[in-house]
């Protein structure tokens, strides 16, 4: 599972009180090659979550706060900046680890790079 498709998953666990972000454990991670476009970058941009993909790729230890900008960059941001954040997004990818919901507890597991966010009927 790459940090980008993990900034799009939310918690589906019903009445569930903080269903984003879901905090990531990792066990595992691949390094997947990433062509570097300042283009498809400034697409993609806009559809992250700032501040969740910030508090997740510290909370990982990829990266100290304090090297990615405060706001999200847009297209006055260097290529310099763009690249390496293009590279957590699409590069970084989970290959073993679980996602802990911090609202209602639930563990969704990645195996083999795939989430499984499944629930029990009683969950639904």
């Given at each position: 599972?790459r940090l980008l498709v993990h900034n799009f998953l939310q918690c589906h666990v019903k009445n569930c009180s903080?269903?984003?972000?879901?905090?990531?454990?990792?066990?595992?991670?691949?390094?997947?090659?990433?062509?570097?476009?300042?283009?498809?970058?400034?697409?993609?941009?806009?559809?992250?979550?700032?501040?969740?993909?910030?508090?997740?790729?510290?909370?990982c230890g990829l990266v100290d706060a304090a090297s990615l900008p405060i706001d999200k960059p847009d297209d006055?941001?260097?290529?310099?900046?763009?690249?390496?954040?293009?590279?957590?997004?699409?590069?970084?990818?989970?290959?073993?680890?679980?996602?802990?919901?911090?609202?209602?507890?639930?563990?969704?597991?990645?195996?083999?790079?795939?989430?499984?966010?499944?629930?029990?009927?009683?969950?639904?």
């Open positions: 599972m903080s269903p984003y972000p879901i905090p990531l454990k990792v066990q595992e991670w691949v390094e997947v090659p990433v062509d570097y476009s300042r283009d498809a970058a400034l697409h993609l941009l806009p559809k992250v979550d700032w501040p969740a993909f910030v508090q997740t790729v510290t909370a006055s941001t260097p290529d310099s900046i763009l690249s390496p954040i293009m590279n957590l997004l699409l590069g970084k990818q989970v290959k073993t680890g679980e996602m802990k919901c911090a609202g209602c507890g639930h563990t969704y597991p990645i195996t083999d790079s795939i989430p499984n966010m499944l629930l029990n009927e009683d969950e639904i």
